[in-house]
């Protein structure tokens, strides 16, 4: 059974999932299950726990995106705690085309929607769960992304608590409320869109490299109108949203070859109190350099491609890949 | 010019280090840089900058250990912040033998044990500048632990402020002083020798893994005896602590096949104030698991291998091996 275990003196949370360890990972050496078929390929239903939903925007194909519960669950509904607090949660794969390709630029443009419509869903769904206080949807690209499986997909995992960090970047937003007025992401974006740090914008989305990025190339995407919840966003805004996402991602792998990536929802908590107030945010970064010793043991990142040269070189790429 | 960089809303900190991207990497295959020449086997002294400190037991030999500046510097003494503040620091590469060697296990028992000295000496020596507040120790071994060069070696990046985690940490530990009248990794030591998480221990250090361990196999290895910081650590306290820690990576590499690995020495900042508490500690842990899109979007880890597993494994592990 799952656990969550905090740290006294770093208040820093660790999920110990021991049945993790068993998972199939194609990558790893270290691997004891060799994966022989993917069980996300069409006909190999069967491999994975039953869907708990499926979309298709053509009335021929059974699916074209599929939800399923993964199989090596972080959190599940009905842990119980041994030494630490139960992980109470649900953990989620969200399998983005039928097709065996590693990438979100490789799957069709319906694909790639009914993708961020099964996000919005998902969480939609999960919100309503009384037990739930916060649900991350995040994904994994290749194996430096820490993908254990290369048929591209997603995952969501919601959880009976809101991340440490998602608290206090509430707390800061509050905070900048009270001070200004204006909402501090807002205010992010209007300082940002005609700085050297933009990147790109459409009619709902603006994308910036963030002044403090962590990582080479990190891209930050908003709605810029103001919205809270990713699970409000309508499908019209979705579909925008999904071509977006494809062109930035093509834009990484036009700099860089076949790039490892993660991309992450940082989302409000499921049930904002009256006096919260948040913006939700696509945060996007191939993974280039490693978080090793000096990250670890300082908690701060070094980061060799500042983030103005890495919004110009972004620029230039997707002009040449749209 | 190194800056760093915080995230107002996450109050996270970033060094923007351009000079670092320069740098040649063996194991990447996105380096631009070749290296056909290791920089740090004798006889290419020239390829570094001139050694801080050389360390040889034996009077045959130039150097054993030998410190030298690093020569892409996340941080530089006379850096100047252009749109962040100045990244101001000192940036050295402990080179650990001259045999071109890849872990901390294949020096000799005398190149260990100097090196363990080489830390301790350039802490105290860069302790008493005055534009310096913390020195981090760490070192990344092979390539998923970070190491951009294979030959063995440490790196000691000192900064002009506290790293947040450490702040949080010496306040954290002032608290439980306050409240128990004890420090508070004496407490802890107490509560965890005995116990299931207990790994090792030799006349001055106890080794376990800790109750929120992030990564499989995570080890910490603490003086027993309260010690604030690792420069007051003696020549013979060192030699058994370096003895001590490559019997614990032999644990490791007897578990694991030639494992990645980190650790780094969680140090009291340079000037403790007098009501300030702190006990060292070194963290050491094999890289297994990648830190993806979940770990970076709720700053919370996931680790498939209970501490008190892991415990049971190593104890086993370095009986083998000893």
Known sequence: MPELRQDPLSGRWVIVAENRAARPDQFAARSETVVDVCPFCPGHEDLTPKASAVYSGDSSIDWQVRVVPNKYPA?????????GEAAIGVHEVIIESPAHVASLTEVSATEAQLTFVAYRDRLQTLSKDKRLAYG????????????SLEHTHSQLIAT????????????????????????AFCDLIDGELDGDRHVFETDSFAVFCPFSSRFPYEMWVLPKEHCESFETTTDSKLAELAELMQKLIRGLEDILDA???????RNAPFRLSAHDDFHWRIELT???????????????????????????????AIARVV
């Open 75 to 83: 959190v599940e509904l009905n842990a119980s705690g041994d030494r």
């Open 136 to 147: 991350l949807v995040f994904k994994n690209a290749r194996a430096d992304g820490g993908a």
């Open 160 to 183: 009976s608590t809101i991340p440490a960090d998602v608290q206090y970047e509430l707390a800061k937003a509050g905070e900048h409320q009270m001070l200004h007025g204006n909402c």
């Open 259 to 265: 790039p490892a990536y993660n991309y992450w929802i």
């Open 286 to 316: 191939p993974r280039m350099t490693r978080l090793a010793g000096f990250e670890l043991g300082a908690g701060c990142f070094i980061n060799p491609v500042g983030p103005e040269h890495a919004a110009a070189e972004l620029r230039s």
